[in-house]
């Protein structure tokens, strides 16, 4: 139990220094100030629930914002994690996975990358409904920790940081178009042969 607790208090300790704050005790600072946030399920309750929670950390989150986070894949799985006596499923794992990317201007991208949570709850074969409002209650929790997860990844990043990933995305994509373009010319340059005609005997 005390290896517990200096666990716990080991971490909290370790969270304050990186700026992050539990939570219930108040907003998270980030240091990028205006951000757009979208996702494929524009009114889903992952993105909408993140976008409170920015706002509440006082970014700006607007369309034609110099950066946008996309949630571009939200997944969840469930499996049998335990069973009981009579081989029935006790226990279910909750996964849920997001990935997301955050562009850029011309929308290029300037990074991706994954989040996963998991949980376990109890499924009572005799309540049913006391079983489903207890995955109900697991999926809500899932969902903040994924969340504060994606909170806590913003707030690693900062303007320069994000400036940088930028210009290495612009150079790309100015050598891409570049190749592009020379494959394009040596192409029309390439005299194009006529079909070999074959004598008749």
Same mark, same amino acid.
């Given at each position: #139990?005390?290896? *517990?607790?200096?666990?716990?208090?080991?971490?909290?300790?370790?969270?304050?220094?990186?700026?992050?704050?539990? *939570?219930?005790?108040? &907003?998270?600072?980030?240091? @990028?100030?205006?951000?757009?946030?979208?996702?494929?399920?524009? +009114? /889903?309750?992952?993105?909408?629930?993140? *976008?409170?929670?920015?706002?509440?950390?006082?970014?700006?989150?607007? &369309? /034609?914002?110099?950066?946008?986070?996309?949630?571009?894949?939200?997944?969840?799985?469930? *499996?049998?994690?335990? +069973?009981?006596?009579?081989?029935?499923?006790?226990?279910?794992?909750?996964?849920?996975?997001?990935? +997301?990317?955050?562009?850029?201007?011309?929308?290029?991208?300037? #990074?991706?990358?994954?989040?996963? @949570? %998991?949980? @376990? +709850?109890?499924?009572?074969?005799?309540?049913?409904?006391?079983?489903?409002?207890?995955?109900?209650?697991?999926?809500?929790?899932?969902? %903040?920790?994924?969340?504060? &997860? #994606?909170?806590?990844?913003?707030?690693?990043?900062?303007?320069?940081?994000?400036?940088?990933?930028?210009?290495?995305?612009?150079?790309?994509?100015? &050598?891409?178009?570049?190749?592009?373009?020379?494959?394009?010319?040596?192409?029309?340059?390439?005299?194009?042969?006529?079909?070999?005609? @074959?004598? /008749?005997?």
């Amino acid at each position: #139990m005390i290896k *517990r607790n200096l666990l716990v208090i080991g971490l909290a300790v370790m969270l304050s220094a990186c700026g992050f704050q539990l *939570r219930g005790t108040g &907003a998270t600072e980030l240091s @990028v100030k205006e951000m757009d946030v979208s996702a494929r399920n524009a +009114y /889903g309750p992952t993105v909408l629930q993140l *976008r409170e929670v920015l706002e509440r950390s006082g970014v700006n989150v607007h &369309a /034609g914002a110099p950066y946008r986070l996309v949630l571009t894949n939200e997944q969840e799985r469930e *499996r049998s994690a335990t +069973y009981n006596s009579g081989n029935r499923t006790a226990e279910y794992e909750l996964t849920t996975k997001l990935d +997301y990317s955050i562009l850029g201007l011309n929308n290029l991208e300037l #990074m991706s990358d994954k989040l996963e @949570v %998991r949980k @376990v +709850y109890v499924r009572d074969g005799s309540n049913i409904t006391g079983s489903e409002q207890e995955a109900k209650r697991a999926r809500e929790e899932m969902r %903040r920790d994924l969340v504060n &997860a #994606m909170v806590v990844r913003l707030q690693m990043l900062s303007p320069p940081q994000l400036d940088e990933l930028q210009r290495k995305a612009d150079e790309r994509a100015q &050598a891409e178009a570049a190749a592009l373009e020379a494959a394009r010319r040596q192409q029309a340059e390439t005299p194009q042969q006529s079909p070999l005609e @074959v004598p /008749g005997n």
